[in-house]
């Protein structure tokens, strides 16, 4: 379970995340919306530990926020998708130089034999290999990326950035849903968007909303962050 409350990123001239609350966990998508890129992207990267906040409390699988370490444990266990200026394929790769690439991040005790070649035949992106990453349909495209960040097997916590600002709903949605639910591996996805698609009836929640999520009686005594003003945004990947 991730848990956030009134989370917040102070930016160098003004509040880059206002105080913002919500909970996902294993076997759910969350859909967060907002209505600024920057705020959305803040979000994801704070959410995933490759942005420190500034203020509220957080929690990961019932350890509460206790400063670097915790930090680099949710770094671990999570990995943001397509975040614009931050990990988006850059548009003179091929889908196969991508795929290299980014199979080069996983911690070398997975790797294996994570090679290009036969991770796409495996996967089922050989049809889409020669092409540049630009030239991607939106569905395939968020299937190939989440795809890569699933080749991480410490990956529990998938956060999308804006998919929706590739396509409709129907090109991304059911991706993550089926991610989500996965009976054999089920991930706490959180995809942030312009706005909540028509029709969703799961769980949703908006960026500056600073409600209390619910919580146990053992969560309550959750101390709040050290305040910073010096966000870190290495390790995007």
Do not use: C
């Amino acid at each position: 379970m991730l848990r956030v409350q009134q989370l917040s990123v102070n930016g160098r001239r003004d509040e880059l995340l206002p105080a913002t609350s919500l909970q996902v966990g294993r076997g759910e998508l969350l859909l967060v919306s907002g209505n600024r890129q920057d705020q959305r992207t803040a979000l994801a990267l704070a959410l995933s530990g490759r942005l420190k906040p500034s203020g509220g409390r957080f929690e990961w699988d019932g350890s509460e926020w206790e400063g670097s370490t915790r930090i680099k444990t949710l770094r671990q266990a999570s990995a943001v998708v397509d975040s614009p200026g931050v990990n988006e394929p850059e548009q003179h790769l091929s889908v196969r130089d991508l795929v290299t690439e980014d199979l080069a991040l996983v911690p070398r005790r997975y790797r294996g034999s994570l090679l290009s070649r036969p991770w796409l035949k495996v996967n089922r992106f050989e049809d889409i290999a020669g092409l540049w990453t630009e030239q991607l349909p939106a569905a395939r495209r968020i299937e190939l990326l989440t795809a890569l960040a699933l080749a991480n097997p410490q990956t529990d916590l998938l956060v999308v950035d804006s998919p929706d600002r590739h396509g409709d709903p129907a090109d991304w949605l059911p991706r993550l849903q089926a991610l989500a639910y996965d009976a054999g591996r089920p991930l706490a996805v959180v995809a942030t968007v312009l706005r909540i698609p028509a029709g969703w009836t799961g769980p949703a929640a908006t960026i500056g909303t600073a409600g209390s999520p619910p919580e146990d009686d053992a969560d309550a005594a959750a101390e709040p962050l050290e305040a910073t003003t010096t966000p870190e945004t290495e390790d995007a990947k």
